[in-house]
């Protein structure tokens, strides 16, 4: 509430607050990620949701991942100019690796590391929602999530696992991380 005086008279102007209510992130226990990486049929969706989490990676990055961006030998992915238009490296697991060659080996994608409905084409963010919505209606999941739950659930696994929270700053630039 903002309160003017004019000429005299007090008048009351009321202004909306600019805080916003601040909800805690959805995050996924372990047996929930199994439960929804065990769901999708196809081996493109199955690998897609499983490097979000591994990689803790945005749906924005992982669109714009092209097959040159996997360094199989280095076990890194080079994401580029991703969110305030920086680039980063991130590590590849070993599980990410085998699940990635089968997936080359499969699909052979043309540019874009997941093609989208036409060879040259990239997924889209709206395809890559999709996926992850129809998988969930296949498991027992109730919790409201969506592609950035699972950014979230990897940064918090980390923490639960004991990673020094600086360095998970310089992983994940710019996320919040509610702390106790």
């Known amino acids: 509430m903002v309160c003017v005086i004019?000429?005299?008279?007090?008048?009351?102007?009321?202004?909306?607050?600019?805080?916003?209510?601040?909800?805690?992130?959805?995050?996924?226990n372990r047996a929930e990620l199994k439960e929804l990486f065990l769901a999708p049929g196809l081996l493109k969706q199955k690998i897609v949701l499983m490097l979000i989490y591994s990689a803790g990676l945005r749906g924005?990055?992982?669109?714009?991942?092209k097959l040159s961006d996997i360094d199989f030998e280095r076990k890194t992915i080079h994401i580029r100019q991703s969110k305030y238009k920086k680039d980063r490296i991130v590590p590849l697991s070993e599980v990410m690796i085998k699940g990635l060659n089968k997936y080359l080996?499969?699909?052979?994608?043309?540019?874009?590391?997941?093609?989208?409905?036409?060879?040259?084409?990239?997924?889209?963010?709206?395809?890559?929602?999709?996926?992850?919505?129809?998988n969930l209606k296949k498991t027992t999941i109730t919790k409201k999530v969506n592609l950035h739950s699972l950014r979230h659930s990897y940064a918090t696994h980390l923490l639960e696992d004991g990673v020094n929270i600086v360095s998970?700053?310089?992983?994940?630039?710019?996320?919040?991380?509610?702390?106790p």
């Open 105 to 134: 080996e499969a699909e052979h994608p043309y540019i874009w590391l997941f093609n989208g409905k036409q060879p040259a084409s990239q997924y889209s963010i709206r395809g890559l929602s999709w996926v992850l919505r129809e």
């Open 6 to 28: 004019i000429t005299g008279f007090l008048v009351i102007i009321s202004a909306p607050s600019l805080k916003q209510d601040t909800k805690l992130p959805v995050i996924m």
């Open 168 to 179: 998970l700053c310089k992983k994940t630039p710019n996320t919040a991380l509610f702390l």
């Open 60 to 65: 924005q990055e992982v669109i714009k991942l």
